[in-house]
């Protein structure tokens, strides 16, 4: 006998007994709650019963009649009890417990990757428990508090390693009202030669990209089915909204866009995940987003409550194996001629036509997620309409600017850490508010490099200076894997990667454009003008622009704009770095001189080479671009359309290839509209063999600071690459000065600094 029917009969024996009991005792409480138990084993026994039967793998049809009058029996028979009623009787209230929250791991082998999928063979009672009482929420600004991101369980492949969640009310129309997530992709952390098994171990975590359809046919029933007979056609978790009065009420997670869709459309013939070696290229896949909508029973709660959390959530995911090759799309994503030649996901040979998802307290989840509704999520507009009528925020801001950055932090591959983040950050704020930007998010991630609280909250002291114009957050989470791309193990830096996707997630919808950069990249205006009068030019001389991108190269630190460190003993020289060359006493930035002004000596002379173009940065339109990965707009609402929705053109028919205009992108003028200046920290030891290195030559290559050119000094791409360069006298020199900058911007930015 099957674990299902064991169960139903267990149950039966018990009920019986309660039965019985009620009968002797005679009290009409007692009697009601035992009648309602009762009539609810009849909904448990065709439950566990029906879906015993299996398809035989030869039947190529479904009787269509036998199938929906079992699903009416179904249906009938749960009709007795509303949703709350039965949340009351199957999840009784424990406000303790409601407010702990809790992951329910489920084994992994209660998963067997068999055709057609069986049932799994899951209960309440082998589900590993484990509790995080000291995690919550700051109903204030929207924020986790100790959310255990780095403690994320790792014996359930199946769970989404969330690093944010918020509610959105962003529009300000109740019914758009929803819990949005911000999730990395664990098995990309490590995906090199010789992670093999953990890549497969965490083979779940592609799944959850996979949409898969359902079929409600019942209350709390819920049946794996066709993309035909689908009630809700593309989701993977089951979100179910419960608070301390026993309401409960499910819904169905949502995608921001298709991925296997934009994988079928970006990548023709690659499959979203590979099973051996790195698939690290696909960017798209390293943050998982989707959303929940909030059952219309909790919005006014949340609003009354708005001081502390007065919801929770459950988050359940719809567990199946991930799919390879095969892509679960029809014809309205792809179209009738595409369809044709489409390699797609049969469900029924995959999950049979009878697959029934587990009750959900049998379920691995996540439990107790704590809801509430903040109107601190977005520096000026995501507010809570007060007015059911009120269905639009203006946008208030034209240019939004998001970091994540670290009192101290570690380059990639680099074992001695960079210290100056706290002076750098103040003047990298002052010199974008010059600049035209509206405002300023700060993801701070020192709390993990650094353990003096001192330390710790000098970053915060720093933005408490701009109350108006910059938001803090903490950001208490570790990049999962630092190493350089290049590494037979690269990197995920899952910390940096998840902010960006909040940022834009929390703050997009306020905003025209938006872009995530280093504090050590500063973002010019090469114009008569601000970055706002720029962007409003673009957006109605060039509706079509919705990305600009900025080619990036280092500036080098000007040696005569140094000075020797004061104690050379803490030029922190790493082991496998010193050189037979007679060292130099090493270089900082002068005291009293900007970063600014010291890096403004680019080793390439503007306009950049176009090799230039894969380290570059972006500023994009956030309704536009829907993913974006550090410095590429991954998918796009050109992209994501599908071919039902496809707005057709004499010139721009739909078509399984990306098309160039799909991206709305284009390089800015470097030399009349923007530029980006990259202000890369040379650390005092890199200066330390100038008088070796610093000379005309291919072999020397290794000069730590800036010589400057003179403008009559002709850049060549080819030369450059040799180290060639000399100026007027023959005196070797490696970069050159941006005028503007130096006439313009820094002046500025000294006389703002004084005046702060």
Not at 29 to 57: D, K
Not at 82 to 104: C, G, M, R
Not at 514 to 527: H, K, N, R, S, W
């Amino acid at each position: 006998m099957g674990l299902p029917a064991q169960k139903a009969r267990r149950g039966l024996l018990r009920r019986t007994a309660c039965l019985r009991f009620c009968l002797r005792r005679c009290t009409a409480g007692i009697f009601l709650v035992c009648f309602l138990a009762w009539m609810n084993l009849n909904a448990t026994l065709i439950y566990y019963q029906e879906p015993e039967e299996q398809v035989p793998a030869d039947k190529g049809h479904y009787d269509m009649g036998r199938r929906e009058n079992e699903r009416n029996m179904i249906v009938n028979n749960m009709q007795v009890q509303t949703n709350s009623e039965q949340a009351k009787v199957e999840h009784p209230s424990d406000p303790s417990d409601k407010k702990i929250l809790t992951f329910y791991l489920e084994p992994p082998s209660t998963m067997i990757d068999t055709k057609p999928l069986p049932m799994r063979k899951t209960s309440a009672d082998i589900l590993q428990k484990i509790g995080f009482s000291q995690a919550g929420v700051n109903c204030t600004n929207g924020f986790l508090i100790r959310f255990p991101t780095d403690e994320f369980p790792e014996s359930d492949p199946f769970l989404p390693w969330i690093h944010d969640y918020f509610v959105d009310t962003s529009i300000g129309n109740n019914k758009s009202w929803a819990v949005k997530f911000v999730a990395q992709n664990r098995r990309r952390c490590d995906t090199g030669h010789g992670k093999e098994s953990a890549m497969k171990f965490w083979e779940p975590q592609m799944a959850l990209f996979q949409p898969v359809p359902i079929q409600i046919v019942g209350n709390n029933k819920y049946l794996l089915s066709s993309l035909d007979e689908a009630t809700v056609l593309e989701t993977r978790f089951i979100c179910r909204f419960h608070d301390d009065k026993g309401n409960s009420e499910i819904s169905f997670s949502e995608y921001p866009f298709n991925y296997e869709y934009i994988n079928w459309r970006k990548h023709r013939e690659q499959s979203m995940f590979s099973f051996k070696g790195p698939d690290v290229g696909l960017f798209e896949f390293s943050q998982l987003l989707f959303s929940c909508p909030v059952p219309e029973l909790f919005r006014n709660s949340m609003k009354l409550h708005k001081d502390q959390p007065s919801v929770w959530m459950d988050l359940i995911p719809i567990r199946t194996p991930a799919r390879h090759g095969e892509r679960l799309l029809g014809e309205m994503h792809v179209g009738h001629d595409e369809s044709l030649h489409l390699e797609a996901f049969d469900t029924v040979k995959a999950f049979g036509d009878s697959h029934f998802l587990p009750e959900l307290v049998d379920s691995g989840r996540i439990a107790n997620l704590p809801i509430c509704a903040s109107d601190a999520s977005n520096p000026s507009s995501h507010q809570i309409a007060e007015k059911e009528h009120d269905t639009s925020i203006d946008k208030r801001n034209t240019l939004v600017l998001c970091t994540w950055t670290a009192s101290s932090y570690h380059r990639r591959g680099d074992r001695i850490a960079v210290n100056d983040a706290p002076g750098r950050l103040r003047e990298w704020i002052v010199f974008h508010k010059l600049a035209g930007v509206d405002h300023i998010v700060i993801y701070d991630n020192s709390q993990i490099s650094v353990a003096d609280d001192e330390v710790n909250t000098s970053l915060k002291q720093i933005t408490d200076a701009f109350p108006d114009f910059v938001t803090y957050h903490p950001w208490p989470f570790k990049v999962c894997n630092n190493n350089r791309p290049n590494n037979k193990n690269p990197g995920e830096r899952s910390s940096q990667y998840a902010a960006e996707s909040s940022c834009r997630e929390r703050y997009g919808p306020s905003t025209d454009w938006m872009a995530f950069i280093d504090t050590d990249e500063y973002l010019v205006p090469m114009i008569n003008g601000t970055w706002k009068d720029l962007l409003t030019n673009i957006m109605q001389s060039s509706p079509q622009t919705k990305v600009l991108k900025m080619k990036s190269s280092r500036g080098r630190p000007r040696e005569d704009l140094m000075e020797e460190l004061a104690d050379q003993n803490d030029c922190n020289i790493e082991p496998h770095r010193k050189r037979k060359d007679p060292l130099d006493p090493c270089l900082v930035p002068r005291r009293n001189e900007t970063f600014l002004r010291v890096y403004n000596c680019d080793y390439i002379k503007p306009p950049r080479p176009d090799r230039f173009a894969r380290a570059m940065k972006q500023i994009y339109q956030p309704s536009f671009v829907l993913s974006h990965f550090v410095h590429y707009s991954t998918i796009t609402t050109d992209i994501a359309r599908y071919h039902k929705d496809w707005i057709y053109g004499n010139d721009r028919p739909f078509s399984r290839r990306v098309n160039d205009y799909e991206w709305g992108d284009r390089f800015l003028d470097e030399l009349n509209e923007g530029v980006l200046v990259h202000t890369k920290s040379v650390l005092p030891y890199e200066t330390m063999t100038r008088s070796a290195n610093c000379r005309s030559g291919k072999q020397y290559r290794g000069c730590g600071v800036g010589r400057v050119c003179p403008e009559s000094t002709i850049f060549n791409d080819t030369i450059h690459q040799e180290n060639l360069f000399v100026d007027e006298s023959g005196s070797f020199c490696n970069c050159w000065i941006n005028q503007k900058v130096e006439s313009t911007w820094v002046k500025r930015l000294e006389e703002a600094l004084l005046g702060t």
